[in-house]
């Protein structure tokens, strides 16, 4: 029997853990649909709703769009734009107390306000993920007897917006706002504008003398998508005012995101972390929208809402996984800023050949990190992490069409970065051991350090990509691409068996995970004892103040060494910054970031490729299946491999694989056996190592 994905939650009630929902929620609460707290007034980290063209976190001032920035690049810098959120109001007027619930099945927010034995008003904000305009706002009054219910709402939308003037029409039934971005991100670039249709919310009070029901809509575009914003947002509007804003299709829509999925059962803190994890994240990406993610997500202004490193590195595994279409859509976002990547490394006094991506990147794609940061200039890492990324999709998916189309001229132009970026000249100095000097490495702690351990295999796999994909196209790669890989060095201490984070390094504090990555995700070829090694050395030397994502690493790495005892505490620690009751990530225990969906997408690849064992590789994709500590039973549901899509269920003894579609031969190799792989059918193996592949 196939385990319900939202079955598997210990549901704990805070503030009030004795609390009890009302009864037409119980049902989903029980089974982990919904979040609860009795009274989210006293809640600190209040959750988002979204559908990765808008989004915005509950009883915020603000509501943020894809793609939307204001700011001069590294000057203001570039931000997102604040739009105030048009249909945040509360509720006045009844008791204080505020039992709420967070359905991340159907991607609701539900809010009730009693008014004594007389009944509640309940709210229900959503972001419609089929209708991508729409914002929505129901309210329902629900009377006990026959007594009145008045109440009053409250905007929260708070001032006028810092980053676009808006200007307001009114008619009989909304509000119109439109306006542009006060500055674009490149002198004299494009200033995107922003349209506002939106419901009139009583100013007075009201008084329900019957059961009523009353929708608000907000309808949203903007000129990156509309030739006239304005125009389509009254026409969204007017659709929802006439048709009613077709909630189902809503969450028909995100049920179809739930066909993919992570199960867990005997370990039910897991499973809730999954699946709001995964909720977060799907809320913020959007395939038609490609404006990749943020570490705050799109919810928020975290990190001026630029993209880093952190969207291949964390977050992007896990969707290329289960929802390869979105992760296809945050390749795009790269590829279609291509041409500011050239630029950019032209724009050293070197003038770097090539792609070099900023370290942050917002709407153009130039950098956009502050001024008063070194990373803008010498975190150079992210070019090979972004190529791994490219790599990483075309194996999973064998799509050559695309792997044409724009993997290979990504992988083509971050090669020729590499190439001009290492020391000495490879074609001054043929037989020359090369370097990568002056850099930061994914420990910013340190900076103007030699030889990055990290940057310079990430630099190693980026040349080797283009080279392989080249073949695949029967293209001839350059052939200095592979020889500048095979000399760039690798720092390695043969006393104590480790790899030495930079040149120069000992023992000092580090921020975060670095050299652990060059097991998992990068996959570096390195013994057992030398891996081990490295993962012992930098967990006695990270920060316990350092950003979330450290420690599923370092989980994963232990748990490919077989020490599931280690593996099991590093693992519990990977999700410890989860706050209740919505599962809103911090960045650090104390706080930073919020909702830190780095940190999201770091814990998330434990459960997708950690302990399933899945890794994608060239000879196919590998599965080593093992189970949390406690856990009894996990399910890999509706992956993907070469256009295929299949479930891996396991237990300690045994795991099953069940093909649901396969558009090419597949087969599943064990060490002494081949077995060709049929649609529609379910194989049983004894727990070991395994290896899909087109056959």
């Known amino acids: 029997m196939a385990i319900k994905p939202f079955v598997l939650v210990l549901v704990v009630f805070l503030p009030g853990l ?68 048009p249909l945040s109001y509360a509720v006045r ?26 009944g509640f008003v309940e709210q229900r904000w959503y972001v419609h993920q089929a209708i991508p305009s729409l914002v929505v706002m129901e309210l329902e009054a629900r009377l006990s007897g ?47 504008s922003v349209a506002v249709v939106v419901s009139l919310v009583p100013g007075a009070p009201v008084t329900a003398t019957a059961n009523t029901t009353w929708v608000f809509v907000a309808a949203i575009h903007t000129s990156i998508e509309a030739s006239d914003p304005v125009a389509s947002a009254r026409a969204d509007f007017a659709a929802a005012m006439s048709k009613g804003p077709q909630r189902s299709l809503h969450e028909a829509a995100w049920l179809t995101l739930w066909a993919s999925g992570v199960e867990i059962a005997g370990r039910p803190d897991v499973a809730r972390a999954v699946n709001t994890s995964f909720f977060y994240i799907l809320s913020s990406i959007r395939e038609e929208r490609p404006f990749s993610l943020s570490p705050g997500g799109l919810a928020s202004n975290a990190y001026n809402g630029h993209t880093f490193w952190d969207c291949e590195t964390w977050m992007y595994p896990s969707v290329l996984l289960l929802q390869p279409r979105l992760a296809a859509s945050l390749l795009q976002y790269r590829f279609d800023r291509i041409i500011e990547a050239h630029e950019k490394a032209q724009s050293y006094p070197q003038r770097y050949n090539g792609a070099m991506f900023p370290w942050e990147s917002a709407f153009t794609g130039v950098e956009t ?41 990504l992988l083509q132009g971050i090669a020729e970065f590499w ?28 900076d ?120 099991a505490g590093l693992f519990n620690r990977s999700f410890a ?18 909702n830190f969906l780095t940190g999201a997408g770091g814990f998330l690849q434990t459960v997708t490729f950690g302990y399933p064992g899945i890794r994608i590789t060239g000879a196919g994709l590998t599965i080593k299946p093992a189970l949390p500590e406690g856990a009894t039973r996990m399910v890999v549901r509706s992956f993907s491999f070469q256009g295929s899509t299949s479930t891996l269920d396991y237990n300690s003894a045994t795991m099953t694989l069940t093909v649901l579609s396969m558009p090419v031969p597949l087969c599943l190799d064990s060490a002494t056996t081949r077995t060709h792989l049929t649609a529609g059918q379910s194989y049983v193996q004894p727990i070991g190592a395994y290896t899909m592949l087109r056959c």
């Open 577 to 594: 910054n989860t706050q209740a009751p919505f599962d809103v990530w911090t960045e650090t225990p104390s706080g930073g970031a919020v």
């Open 419 to 446: 190439v001009s970026r290492v020391q000495p000249d490879p074609k001054t100095f043929p037989k020359a051991a090369l370097s990568i000097n002056d850099v930061i490495p994914p420990d910013e702690y340190h």
């Open 146 to 192: 026959s007594a009145p219910i008045t109440f009053s709402l409250q905007n929260l939308s708070g001032a006028p917006s810092g980053d676009i003037a808006f200007t307001s029409t009114r008619d009989s039934s909304s509000v119109t706002m439109v306006g542009q971005i006060n500055a674009p991100e490149i002198s004299g670039g494009v200033r995107p």
């Open 93 to 118: 007027g009844g008791d204080p107390a505020r039992p709420a619930a967070l359905d991340i099945e159907r991607g609701i927010y539900f809010r009730r306000t009693t008014f004594g034995s007389s």
């Open 369 to 409: 990190c502050p001024t008063w940061a070194g990373t803008g200039l010498r975190e150079q890492h992210i070019s090979g992490d972004i190529a791994f990324a490219v790599q990483q999709y075309f194996r999973l998916t064998g799509n050559t069409t695309w792997l044409h189309d724009f993997g290979y001229p």
């Open 448 to 567: 103007h350090v030699n030889d990055s351990v990290y940057t310079n295999v990430v630099a190693r796999i980026a040349l080797e990509a283009a080279a392989d994909a080249a073949r695949v196209l029967g293209l001839t790669p350059d052939p200095i691409w592979e020889d500048v890989a095979a000399r760039i060095v690798v720092l390695f201490d043969e006393e104590q068996n480790f790899h030495p984070e930079y040149k120069g390094y000992h023992n000092e504090t580090i921020k975060q995970a670095d050299v652990v990555l060059l097991g998992y995700p990068l996959g570096y070829n390195m013994s057992a004892d030398v891996r081990r090694n490295d993962l012992l050395y930098y967990a006695k030397v990270t920060s316990n103040d350092g950003p979330a994502m450290t420690w599923g690493m370092h989980a994963i790495g232990f748990v490919d060494l077989g020490d599931r005892a280690t593996a």
């Open 18 to 85: 004795l609390a009890i929902p009302p009864a037409e929620w119980q049902a989903r609460v029980d089974g982990s649909q919904m979040l609860y707290t009795d009274d989210d007034s006293k809640v600190k980290f209040l959750p988002s709703v979204g559908n990765g063209f808008s989004a915005f976190v509950i009883d915020s001032d603000s509501l943020y769009i894809a793609g939307i920035f204001n700011g001069e690049a590294t000057k203001a810098p570039s931000h997102r734009a604040r739009v105030p959120s």
